[in-house]
């Protein structure tokens, strides 16, 4: 599973039309429940075109927030940019591909024309690839931690079985959608990551940050979380 570290890379496409075994879902929930959340599938042709319909809205009420935009601009770098953190244009496609239903992914090139140019597999919508919804019972400072925690098993083992990962957090950066969110498809329970899942053969590179830039020495101040 180590190995998965460094090989794994969000995925920001569709997917190839291929169902994934129950099993391997089985498992990505049971990982999930071990961090205190849970891995919800969403099945039904009508549920997953309407929680498509979320991160639309929302990645389209976000391309109007001028702060937004300036934090994506903050963090693609420029084509032949040599820096250590961010997202370099090798790690996401020139124009946003298109899945069915539609999950529309983030805009980093802002028009620009940065990115992976596409390609003839390109020319058509793909599968959206199975749709989850990663949720805690509570939404305080354990439960974040545990958010975070448990995406990292989901992911890991995905890749390990080579499963390649979407992610989108649009819709749950917008209080308003967010809360419907909650009400509509998570019983009651805090929606913390939408995560679509599949088979693909990825060629996006992202960069990957060496571990003295991110981890505290021992014996050093820790972070505050309260």
């Not at 169902?19 to 039904?44: H, K, M, N």
């Not at 075109?49 to 109007?64: D, F, H, I, N, P």
């Not at 601009?73 to 996401?92: C, F, I, N, Q, V």
């Amino acid at each position: 599973m180590s190995g998965q570290v460094l090989q794994r890379r969000t995925h920001r496409g569709g997917f190839d039309p291929v169902p994934l075994a129950s099993e391997l879902l089985d498992v990505l929930q049971a990982g999930a429940r071990r961090d205190q959340a849970q891995l919800r599938i969403v099945t039904g042709e009508a549920s997953r075109a309407w929680l498509a319909a979320t991160v639309q809205a929302a990645e389209r009420s976000l391309r109007r927030s001028s702060l937004h935009v300036r934090e994506l601009a903050a963090w693609a770098a420029p084509p032949g940019s040599t820096r250590s953190d961010g997202l370099p244009t090798t790690s996401y496609p020139a124009r946003p591909a298109r899945t069915v239903p539609d999950f529309p992914g983030r805009d980093f090139g802002h028009g620009r024309g940065w990115g992976l140019p596409p390609t003839s597999a390109d020319a058509a919508a793909r599968s959206a690839g199975v749709a989850c919804l990663l949720t805690t019972v509570g939404d305080g400072p354990c439960d974040w931690v545990n958010a975070g925690q448990a995406p990292q098993r989901v992911l890991l083992t995905s890749a390990a079985c080579g499963v390649a990962a979407a992610l989108h957090s649009q819709p749950l950066e917008l209080a308003w959608l967010r809360k419907l969110i909650r009400d509509q498809v998570s019983d009651g329970s805090y929606p913390q990551l939408m995560i679509r899942l599949g088979p693909v053969t990825q060629t996006a590179a992202s960069i990957r940050r060496s571990p003295a830039s991110v981890l505290l020495a021992s014996g050093s101040q820790q972070a505050d979380i309260r």
